[in-house]
């Protein structure tokens, strides 16, 4: 499976929506969107239209710029081609924002099992990711990489995540131990802010390589810069396909008309299928085992920005839906019972591929067993997407609502298109809402109390009242 481009990018954007099963006319006026409601809120649309667009004419809203940064992206592809032909191996160090996106790309353009192939075959270093820090995990990682021929980009803004810094400082010191201190740095690649910070500082006292994360950017919101494109283009993506992509769903979403604007009609969906029907759970379920790690990336992104306890206004509403990923057609054998016939509380988004990028013929059956005759002539990508089209088919008998998008193949500039339409789609949603989607402060508490109970300094009353002893410990504790 090739990685690049190998060819032009498409100019304009190529994915399509079919929201039919989520209307009115599809399932029911109890669960279905009227087509009333649906032009009803096209003025508030056009307002938060006019707001954003606004806000990013006066310096705001600048994770809308990134698909614009080609100078980086040349950048980082300089650097990525000298990298890939030094290193066998290759460790990103990050977590949520700084590992999410990275790992979707690389999982939507590589050879799922890269790292298998021969290194002459791979094109680039194995991949390897440090996000959560497992002790086992993290172990086992550093024992199977070759750490004199290893790479690591640890990526943070601020240096303050705690589980980033812990897992780098563990990876770091394994890496001094196979190269000495004075050769290491040479191996380290920092993805952080471009001025201040702790990790920026322990860069600059190391004489680490680094790239920029965006000024003004949430962590969510960095998968078309470095911190997404270094490690893509390590693995060998084309990352100006990405831009590309994302740059052609950028022109495409202009249009003020709600029914024309790809992300606005997703957002606007979503809003009154939560608001007015009752669906608190957005179910993202692509056919592809290429996409899963997009529905990894797009549930923290609608999590995050959208899960609000205060409105812009402070008061408390409580927002957001809560984002599932599923895959198809693995979940029709494991979630599909319960949206079907469990709590009709979901909006259920199918993601289908026009042309798989491979073609596998299923062989004709033995003879003498009639049953199986049905598949012979059949092709796995045509079985999936059939079972794709009767997975919509059944939950629109259910009267259950739900809706299909469409990209041609999965290609750099489609998924360009999927990170563009899907950030824009959420800030989108968060001015329907009326809170605010950036920032993250319900992360916040447990971030401190995380530095209270590591012994950080500043964090010393909390620590006192996170460690005593709950008078009622003993009646609610169970112990064998």
């Known amino acids: 499976m090739s990685v690049g481009s190998g060819a032009a990018a498409p100019s304009q954007s190529r994915l399509t929506i079919d929201y039919r099963n989520t209307m009115a006319a599809g399932v029911g006026e109890v669960d279905g969107i009227s087509d009333d409601a649906l032009d009803a809120i096209a003025e508030r649309v056009g307002a938060a239209l006019d707001r954003i667009t606004a806000e990013h004419e006066a310096g705001g809203q600048r994770w809308m710029d990134l698909p614009d940064d080609t100078a980086l992206a040349q950048d980082v592809e300089a650097y990525a081609a000298e990298a890939r032909g030094r290193y066998r191996d290759f460790i990103l160090v990050g977590i949520g924002g700084s590992s999410l996106g990275a790992i979707a790309t690389v999982q939507a353009l590589a050879n799922p099992y890269r790292n298998l192939l021969p290194d002459a075959e791979r094109g680039g270093p194995r991949f390897f990711v440090l996000d959560n820090p497992d002790p086992e995990r993290v172990r086992a990682t550093l024992d199977a990489v070759d750490l004199p021929n290893t790479l690591i980009n640890v990526v943070t803004k601020s240096g303050q995540t705690a589980e980033t ?13 196979a190269v000495g201190e004075e050769n290491h740095a040479a191996q380290v690649v920092a993805t952080t802010d471009p001025e201040e910070g702790l990790l920026r500082q322990l860069a600059d006292q190391a004489g680490y390589r680094t790239f920029p994360v965006p000024p003004g950017v949430d962590g969510r919101q960095t998968v078309l810069s470095a911190v997404g494109l270094l490690p893509a283009a390590l693995c060998g993506v084309d990352g100006r396909a990405l831009l590309a992509g994302a740059a052609a769903m950028r022109e495409r979403c202009r249009v003020r008309d709600v029914r024309e604007n790809p992300a606005y009609l997703l ?20 056919y592809a085992d290429a996409l899963f790690g997009l529905g990894d990336w797009f549930r923290q992104l609608w999590a995050e920005s959208l899960g609000k306890r205060l409105s812009t206004r402070g008061e408390e509403v409580f927002a957001g839906q809560t984002p599932i990923k599923a895959l198809g057609a693995i979940d029709q054998h494991s979630q599909i019972q319960l949206y079907t016939e469990g709590p009709n509380d979901k909006l259920i988004v199918l993601v289908a591929v026009g ?14 067993i009639p049953d199986l005759a049905y598949l012979e002539g059949g092709e796995l990508g045509q079985l999936l997407d059939r079972e794709r089209s009767a997975t919509a088919w059944a939950l629109r008998q259910a009267r259950r609502p739900n809706l299909t998008i469409t990209t041609p193949t999965v290609d750099a500039f489609a998924l360009g298109e999927f990170f563009f339409l899907h950030q824009l789609q959420t800030v989108m949603a968060g001015s329907l809402y009326d809170i605010n989607p950036f920032g993250q402060p319900g992360v916040e508490a447990g971030k401190n109390a995380t530095y209270a109970l590591m012994g950080r300094g500043g964090y010393e009353g909390l620590r006192a009242e996170l460690t005593a002893a709950p008078e009622d410990a003993d009646r609610y504790a169970l112990a064998p």
Do not use: C, S, W
């Open 165 to 177: 810094m812990a897992n780098f400082l563990v990876a770091r010191d394994a890496l001094i131990a």
């Open 267 to 286: 957002a606007a969906l979503a809003y009154l299928a939560d608001q007015r029907h009752g669906k608190k759970i957005l179910v993202t379920m692509p």
């Open 355 to 368: 042309e798989y990028r491979a073609k596998v013929a299923i062989p004709t059956p033995p003879a003498g």
